[in-house]
C-alpha cells in the first residue's frame, strides 16, 4: 500500500508519522512523507520580508524531524516539500497524481493566524481525498 503521510511538525502530525512507521515495519507499506510550507508572501504585505523563509524553515525541520524516525529503523521512505496558500490543496494534488492507497494526517496542526485564512486542512483533506483517508488524534 501507498502512503502519503501530511506533517508539519506538530503534536498529532507526528502521532501520525509515528503511525505511519508503524504501517512500514508491520505491512512493508510505501511511506512518503510530505510538509507544505504555508506560502505568504502575497497575501499579507505587512508581514515580515523574511516570513516566508521561516515558514519554509520550519516546513523543512518537520519533515527532517519526520524522516530521522524512519532513519532510526533503517526503513526507506521519500520525502516532498512543498509550499501553498492552501496546504490541504497541496495534499490533495499529491495524492491523487502520486495514486496513493491512503492519507495519514493528525487532527489537529499548527494553529493561530494560518488556521483562520486557511481553516482546518484535516477536515478539507477528508472531504476531498481520492483515496481513504486516516486523521490520527
Known amino acids: 500500500m501507498r502512503i502519503l503521510v501530511a506533517t508539519d511538525g506538530s503534536e498529532h502530525s507526528m502521532k501520525a508519522v509515528q503511525r505511519a512507521l508503524e504501517l512500514a515495519q508491520k505491512e ?32 523543512a525541520d518537520a519533515l527532517k524531524k519526520a524522516k530521522a524516525l524512519f532513519d532510526e529503523h533503517s526503513i526507506p521512505v521519500e520525502t516532498i516539500l512543498e509550499a501553498g496558500f492552501v496546504p ?27 488556521r483562520v485564512f486557511i481553516g482546518s486542512t484535516a477536515a478539507k483533506v477528508v472531504a476531498n481525498a481520492p483515496c481513504s483517508v486516516t486523521v490520527v488524534r
Open 28 to 59: 512493508g507499506d510505501e511511506i512518503t512523507l510530505m510538509s507544505v510550507a504555508y506560502y505568504a508572501r502575497e497575501d499579507l504585505d505587512e508581514m515580515p520580508l523574511n516570513i516566508q523563509e521561516k515558514l519554509e524553515r520550519l516546513a
Open 88 to 114: 490541504a490543496n497541496n495534499i490533495l494534488r499529491r495524492a491523487e497524481e502520486g495514486k496513493f492507497d491512503r492519507i495519514l494526517l493528525g487532527s489537529t496542526g499548527i494553529s493561530g493566524l494560518k
